[in-house]
């Protein structure tokens, strides 16, 4: 179980792998673990795989953090990990290199992993992806 935050690039990925080919009407077979885009701090796309590898989208009023926090909870149930969900995302830094109009831009990114507790107190809080 994936949460990304939707900075642009891995979005447009998953948007990509999810499209058909018009010509053929084919989409790429593929297991993709359940994958929530965040933009402004909302779950705003769902993908996920079926068990013939299409990759589709949940209905958006089905992107809801209480619906994704039970899914992604009964889905965990099955590793023995004890991880529910990772998030990824980026943080941007103006780093002021002392004169004018040399401010560079740098991006990190970040990943964090979730126990079913951690998750909980998570998608409760305010706590979401910082751009998007």
Known sequence: ????????LVDTLYHLLWRRDSTFDKSLNINLPNAVI????Q????Y???SKGVILKKLAKNVQPSIIE?????????????IVAQ???REEEIIDEKSEGNN????EFFMEYFTEQTFR?????GKKPYLG
């Open 87 to 89: 998030l990824i995302y």
């Open 1 to 8: 179980m994936v949460l990304i935050d939707g900075d642009g």
């Open 121 to 125: 107190n998570w998608m409760r809080s």
């Open 38 to 41: 965040f933009y402004n701090y």
């Open 48 to 50: 996920f795989s079926n």
């Open 43 to 46: 779950p705003a796309i769902w």
């Open 104 to 107: 560079k831009e740098t991006n």
């Open 70 to 82: 039970e899914e992604f909870i009964k889905s965990a149930t099955k590793n023995r990990s004890g």
